[in-house]
């Protein structure tokens, strides 16, 4: 294990809260330096992982290592470590630069470097025009720098931020994460980001562990997750996927509707026979008013909606009794009205083929996939 400071080791570890398994045996390496997200599900154990490298809770089982150093039983006052919480909870009798500089005081830090110190936290964060301002004078994007510069002004090794951007509006929201990434690569300060918003995990990370039931599903930078998921929970919680339900054959899939699929690339090995989960993402899907002449990975559909999402077109075609999602480029001249039919192609290195496992889960509200 790396025992470069700001590098964390998990190690087996798990969490228990009575009966419920928060953390399930949970193995995770993040590096010095790196700007890695927690993202799941509520209830995934991403927040439980947080707060106990936080010192906020003690695993039952494992180890944690931070910077190389075991940290079972340390305080989270004695650990190299700052939070950020989604709720900044900053002092509203205090200024901006009273809040800032609230934790040197409590170490006893001489007036004057408090002074520089805060002075420098608000630099980096662009506050310091409004260090003498209350937070109820300020928006919550200027009340989540001002909490973001008090948890940098000891410049910690680790960064722990719990869903810091919930509160802001999408506007907002994705400036910040611009800001954010770009504080954290100046500062090279090992930042983790809890998150259950996939977007913001895929803006913002050098790599993201993907987790469920209290363990890793998968571990990886943006462009893997998105492009290779390992498991079909994977595939429908990062990005956007169209499920079929079927059964295995030797080059792909026969989905329930009778639809057939051909895959060149399928994430997870299934014998011929046995149940299986194709999957296909809506901007890999071709609308065409003509029939294709191949004899699978295509099916026939209506148009129920077209909605405009900035530079893509997202149309709901509807095939047999159920809905597919198809995005395509606005620049794509091809143009379908409500109610027209089409064919839906898509290409066999398109196609994602996973075992049932967790059909269950990922198809939850579709219905006859």
């Known amino acids: 294990m790396n025992s470069e400071r700001g590098s964390v080791e998990l190690s ?35 927040t439980t992982t947080l707060r106990m490298l936080a010192g906020f809770e003690q695993p ?24 950020v919480f989604q709720h900044y909870a900053l002092f509203p009798h205090m200024s901006v630069a009273e809040n800032v500089a609230y934790g040197l005081k409590q170490k006893g830090v001489a007036k004057s470097e408090i002074g520089t110190k805060v002075i420098e936290a608000l630099d980096m964060v662009q506050m310091s025009k409004l260090a003498g301002r209350r937070p109820r004078q300020l928006s919550g994007g200027q009340q989540q720098r001002v909490a973001v510069a008090r948890a940098l002004i000891n410049r910690p090794s680790i960064l722990l931020l719990d869903e810091p951007l919930g509160a802001l509006d999408r506007k907002l929201r994705e400036e910040m994460q611009i800001e954010l990434k770009l504080l954290q690569s100046r500062l090279g300060i090992t930042f983790i980001f809890v998150t259950h918003d996939q977007e913001e995990a895929m803006s913002m ?68 026979g046995q149940d299986a989960l194709a999957a296909v993402r809506p901007e890999t899907i071709n609308l065409s008013a003509t029939k294709p002449s191949s004899d699978a990975n295509f099916v026939s559909a209506r148009v129920a909606g077209v909605s405009h999402f900035g530079d893509v077109l997202q149309y709901v075609v509807t095939a047999g009794s159920r809905d597919l999602l198809v995005q395509v480029s606005r620049t794509d001249p091809s143009r379908f009205a409500v109610g027209e039919s089409v064919w839906c192609t898509w290409a066999a290195e398109d196609v994602y083929l996973f075992s049932a496992r967790q059909a269950d889960l990922v198809l939850a509200g579709t219905p006859n996939a």
Not at 60 to 82: H, L, M, T
């Open 12 to 46: 087996n570890v798990t969490k228990r809260y009575g009966d419920v398994v928060a953390v399930d045996s949970l193995n995770l390496e993040i590096k010095s330096g790196e700007f890695l997200s927690l993202l799941g599900p509520s209830g995934c154990g991403k």
């Open 60 to 83: 039952d089982e494992g180890f944690v290592r931070i910077s190389g150093e075991y940290v079972q039983g340390v305080p989270p006052y004695k650990r190299d470590v700052n939070t």
């Open 205 to 272: 990370s050098d790599r993201i562990a993907i987790m469920l039931d209290g363990h890793v599903e998968q571990l990886g930078d943006p462009e893997t997750v998105y492009e290779h998921p390992t498991s079909a929970f994977v595939a429908g919680f990062v990005g956007r996927n169209n499920f079929w339900r079927g059964v295995a054959t030797s080059n792909g899939a026969k989905a329930s509707d009778g639809t057939v699929f051909v895959a060149t690339r399928p994430e997870e090995t299934v014998p011929a």
